[in-house]
């Protein structure tokens, strides 16, 4: 078996995955931490104030790395669902399950942000806006996973059904992404790209992706930390829970 295949079938291993999550979690949050600061510091005090929206414009160093997340997270969610379902790794399954409640937060905070940022750009805290629609569409979706999982009992089951409806949900994230091409829309077009020249200033650019980079890094912990304790709530009473963080490996089917 290659190394790397060998690995990622060992982390399925709940005991593997806690000691993981333990390290890795600790490291990712560490590495959000500056990152995320040198970003806000920047954004509020290096940026120059926009020649048209002054300094109501600097929101958007809170408001498009959520957005980004709200699609990024979802997108994740589903693709460790559909790996739970067709392989069956109970790890998996923790982690899609661990994505929703993280995805809900980055949904709610662009629909917040994006609404204190459309009062005095827009005139309106709120328009029927393809993408605000779209968007809040988006959490009622999360919000229906979070819901389904715990309505059922069994916690397997429940991450199935949940993660089905993730994996169906998945196809509104394109949706959302041209919804300001595809019908009129108050948001401008894309101003920012991976791939390609942006229309963004350059001396607004830097903080805005270190804020990207540092949102990244900080939902990489959160989704190790949560995953880790879902992981311990679903194996409490085994050996290997009891016996604490230095119990010996054990191996156990994922």
């Not at 980004?68 to 739970?84: G, K, N, P, Q, T």
């Not at 393809?130 to 069994?154: K, N, Q, S, W």
């Not at 394109?174 to 229309?199: A, D, K």
Request: aromatic content about 12%.
């Amino acid at each position: 078996m290659h190394p790397i295949v060998r690995w990622f079938h060992q982390l399925g291993s709940p005991p593997t995955f806690d000691r993981f999550a333990a390290r890795w979690s600790r490291v990712f949050y560490l590495a959000a931490v500056p990152v995320l600061l040198v970003g806000i510091w920047q954004a509020l005090a290096v940026v120059p104030p926009d020649s048209k929206q002054l300094d109501s414009f600097r929101i958007l160093y809170i408001h498009v790395p959520s957005a980004w997340m709200s699609l990024f997270v979802f997108a994740l969610m589903a693709l460790y669902a559909a790996i739970a379902l067709i392989w069956r790794i109970k790890t998996c399954e923790i982690l899609a399950m661990a994505c929703a409640p993280l995805g809900a937060g980055f949904t709610l905070i662009t629909l917040l942000t994006g609404s204190i940022w459309g009062k005095p750009t827009w005139g309106t805290w709120w328009d029927w806006d393809p993408r605000m629609t779209t968007e809040l569409i988006l959490l009622f979706l999360y919000l229906g996973v979070i819901g389904l999982y715990h309505a059922i009992e069994d916690r397997r089951s429940a991450a199935r059904a949940a993660g089905l409806l993730s994996i169906v949900g998945v196809s509104l994230l394109p949706v959302i992404r041209y919804s300001v091409e595809w019908w009129g829309s108050l948001h401008q077009g894309q101003t920012i790209r991976l791939f390609g020249e942006s229309t963004l200033d350059a001396s607004m650019a830097l903080p805005l992706w270190l804020m990207v980079i540092g949102t990244k890094l900080w939902f990489a912990g959160s989704l190790l930390a949560k995953a880790r304790a879902d992981n311990l709530l679903r194996e409490a009473g085994k050996a290997w829970v009891a016996a604490g963080p230095r119990a010996p490996r054990e191996d156990s089917r994922p």
